[in-house]
């Protein structure tokens, strides 16, 4: 097996500017294909505290930069991540499973937005004051990085969700260790090897791979890591906020949903039914915003479910580097198991699974027959209160169930521990703002899904997380807030 090691992908840990060799290392697999493709660091308490190390001796440097030249540096790192575009799609593709295609279009140019957009914005952040005649007061406040964010980010959307935190976290003057998934930890890897290039201090930003386990966990419990930015489980946001109350950190948490789609028997269903197709199936369903609750009015129910399942039976699942192919591999072996089980556990409880798993076969190309891959999969007479309606899935499946009154569908919709986003479709302008009003959701997308502002706030509602992202959102979570007061 050493020959055969020899070559495979070997990941370094990136520490003040230095990729650094680890003592043990982790197998990371080609989800489409079932085999190892690289080794990525098993890191633990030693190599994030080296890396604390780095990010806090380099930080008095970093934060006494101007935002513009903070900003300059942003933007040429975007440029290069743009320059190199292809790779950089491929790599995604390969480690995560997705498809070449979810990849180019969504996955790196967004990454590449996510510099863009926070070297503009944090030029335009103004501070506040009030005055006070009568005591003959001036109040004002001043906005100061806090120090090292601890930054994790999970498997789903790789590059996409670590840029998300790391841009907003060094444009603000803080210096990162950033923990990517130990599943898909290439792209962050190959961002390291242009952080010099585009004039980024070292130290500024360093990333430690690893389990949670490990990795995650000294980086959470490490008392020089002020605030941790997570996005991933209910769960492990659990321990998380556990581990890291003893210190006191501040918490940006962003996890599951469990979201609805409501359409309603006014929705243009020319629009509504390639667009929730997308929304239950995209990127193999393996996005938090995912809908796996379609809510359909009665009246045009059987008239939905016939013409999304026909729809759904048309996306192409195979090798994620075909350009053709609509859903790749879902990420792990482990996780194919899981989405599976769901299926299977709703026809026990005499659910109907109208296509995909276990009702209609695969064909997989000759290279893929060992990959993790999965049929988009509708499921209908499923109950409100099945895990299938409960929890989130994660995968390409979703479930279809009728409802009668807007008041119904809005309790039902807001039954769950979950309330991250949900989309709403009809033509009625004033029931569109009722239903949305009453939502327990942190965004609701009406007649459209995942149409994203960045200006505006991005997060949450009960177990889906606490906090919110975007450029003022973002830029009060990474700074420090000092009101100041002069008497003159």
Not at 272 to 287: D, K, W
Request: aromatic share 8%; hydrophobic share 40%; charged share 20%.
């Amino acid at each position: 097996t050493m020959a055969h090691s020899k070559t495979l992908l070997v990941l370094e840990n990136f520490i003040g500017g230095k990729f650094v060799p680890c003592s043990s290392y982790i197998d990371s697999y080609n989800p489409s294909t079932g085999d190892i493709y690289c080794r990525v660091p098993d890191s633990g308490k030693e190599e994030v505290e080296a890396a604390v190390k780095a990010a806090k001796d380099v930080f008095p440097i970093w934060s006494s930069k101007s935002p513009l030249e903070r900003s300059q540096i942003l933007n040429k790192l975007a440029d290069l991540i743009e320059h190199d575009l292809e790779a950089f799609a491929q790599a995604e593709s390969k480690d995560q499973g997705k498809t070449i295609t979810f990849a180019r279009t969504v996955d790196i140019p967004r990454a590449v937005y996510n510099f863009r957009f926070f070297a503009s914005s944090i030029l335009h952040h103004t501070t506040e004051c009030t005055e006070m005649a009568t005591m003959g007061c001036v109040h004002y406040t001043s906005r100061t990085p806090v120090g090292v964010a601890g930054l994790i980010s999970p498997w789903n959307l790789p590059l996409y969700l670590l840029t998300w935190k790391i841009a907003p976290a060094i444009a603000c003057g803080n210096t990162v260790v950033a923990k990517p998934s130990e599943m898909t930890s290439v792209t962050a890897w190959m961002m390291c090897k242009l952080l010099e290039k585009a004039g980024v201090p070292h130290g500024v930003v360093n990333v430690v791979f690893g389990t949670g386990a490990k990795a995650g966990e000294a980086l959470v419990c490490h008392p020089d890591v002020p605030l941790i930015s997570f996005t991933g489980s209910t769960l492990t946001a659990q321990r998380i906020t556990e581990k890291s109350a003893p210190h006191c950190k501040r918490l940006s948490l962003e996890l599951g949903g469990k979201n609805p789609a409501i359409i309603f028997d006014d929705a243009d269903l020319t629009q509504c039914i390639p667009m929730t197709l997308r929304s239950s199936f995209a990127n193999q369903g393996e996005i938090c915003l995912c809908t796996s609750r379609i809510f359909v009015q009665r009246g045009i129910y059987s008239e939905f479910v016939k013409r999304f399942v026909a729809e759904a039976k048309k996306w192409k699942v195979g090798n994620p580097s075909d350009p053709t192919v609509d859903v790749g591999a879902l990420i792990s072996k482990e996780h194919l198991e899981k989405v599976r089980s769901y299926v299977k556990k709703a026809q026990a409880e005499g659910a109907r699974v109208l296509c995909g798993e276990g009702v209609d076969s695969l064909a997989l190309p000759a290279g893929n027959q060992k990959g993790y891959f999965m049929l988009p999969t509708v499921i209908t007479e499923v109950k409100d209160e099945s895990c299938c309606m409960q929890e989130e899935i994660f995968g390409p499946v979703t479930c279809v169930v009728a409802f009668d009154t807007e008041e119904e569908v809005i309790a039902r919709a807001n039954s769950v521990k979950y309330g991250l986003a949900a989309t709403v479709w009809s033509s009625n302008v004033g029931r569109v703002h009722r239903v949305a009003q009453r939502l327990q959701s942190g965004l609701v997308w009406t007649n459209c899904w995942l149409v994203r502002d960045l200006n505006l706030p991005f997060g949450g509602m009960k177990a889906s997380g606490i906090g919110r992202e975007g450029a003022k959102d973002s830029y009060e979570f990474f700074t420090e807030v000092k009101t100041i007061t002069i008497k003159h």
